[in-house]
């Protein structure tokens, strides 16, 4: 017997359920991968241990690829974290802005990249009246042994802002060490005088570019990773004196559902996230009140009178 050809309204569904592994095929390119386990926690994301090669300097960060770059690669974040030098060893050079302006400017600003050591992963479960908070927080550590505070100004040669950067735009992670379009490879002694194991700002994808610190996007990359909101610690200095760190992604709208992430290679930064925290909030019910006591049986009868 010979096979039944499919009616109208079954041929439309086998259109529409083509069309969607094909859109999914184009927003899920790999190496984003749907099956990756959600909620991320930082056994999937760093290994304390792990070096990766970043712009010719060894590094310690988070491994984002299998998450990111749904709407595009330019959105892509393959890596965020702190860089080192050819050794691994933190990056002695200091960049120094002198924003040249009247009070209250700082008359220098001082940012340094943040010490591959001071780069930290935690998981937590935390238990509150009505609700359970699962969360995961990563970025560089502000505080002893790694800065004298445990804050950064900026404003002190010892006391300089400890930089997040961030891999994006590629689709994979080795991309990072040596990113195409780079002549001479991008290696910190091709950059006399030696920097002491910096290299330049990003000027295109797999360039050394700061962790954003805009905290929609951190939002946009938590859902990503199956959590439900974010919040950063940020490090910043007002626009109008001077923008130090280098570029990073932009928010600029949404088109439907999905987001609209640019960048600009040529616009620098006042801002950068230290750290990224992202996390769920589920709300538990409130245990029944305890049932009330049995009442009490009634006072003995008093004896009968005597006779």
Request: charge should be neutral; aromatic fraction near 10%.
């Amino acid at each position: 017997q010979g096979r039944k050809r499919p009616r109208g309204r079954e041929v439309s569904a086998m259109i529409a359920r083509l069309l969607a592994l094909l859109l999914i095929e184009r927003l899920f390119a790999q190496p984003f991968d749907p099956r990756a386990p959600k909620p991320a926690k930082c056994r999937h994301l760093f290994d304390p241990d792990e070096e990766i090669l970043f712009n010719g300097g060894k590094s310690r960060g988070v491994k984002l690829g299998r998450y990111t770059g749904v709407t595009g690669l330019h959105a892509k974040i393959t890596f965020i974290g702190c860089r080192g030098d050819a050794n691994g060893d933190k990056v002695n050079f200091v960049n120094i802005t002198e924003p040249r302006l009247p009070l209250p400017a700082p008359k220098t600003v001082f940012v340094e990249s943040c010490a591959p050591e001071s780069f930290f992963c935690n998981d937590s479960l935390y238990s509150y009246p009505g609700l359970i908070r699962e969360e995961i927080t990563f970025g560089t550590w502000i505080g002893a042994p790694f800065t004298p505070f445990e804050s950064t100004t900026g404003t002190s040669r010892l006391d300089p802002f400890q930089q997040v950067h961030m891999c994006q735009g590629v689709e994979h992670i080795d991309n990072c060490s040596n990113p195409p379009g780079f002549d001479p490879p991008l290696q910190p002694e091709n950059f006399p005088p030696p920097p002491e194991g910096d290299v330049p700002c990003c000027t295109g994808p797999g360039g050394k570019c700061s962790a954003s610190d805009d905290e929609i996007l951190a939002v946009i990359l938590c859902n990503a990773l199956g959590y439900s909101t974010a919040s950063t610690t940020r490090a910043f200095i007002d626009a109008q004196f001077s923008r130090p760190f280098c570029p990073s992604l932009d928010l600029t709208g949404f088109n439907g559902p999905f987001p609209n992430i640019e960048i600009d290679y040529n616009k620098r930064r006042n801002g950068f996230s230290q750290t990224i925290t992202c996390f769920t909030d589920t709300v538990q019910p409130s245990p029944p009140p305890p049932p009330s006591p049995p009442p009490s049986p009634p006072p003995p009868s008093p004896p009968p009178p005597s006779p």
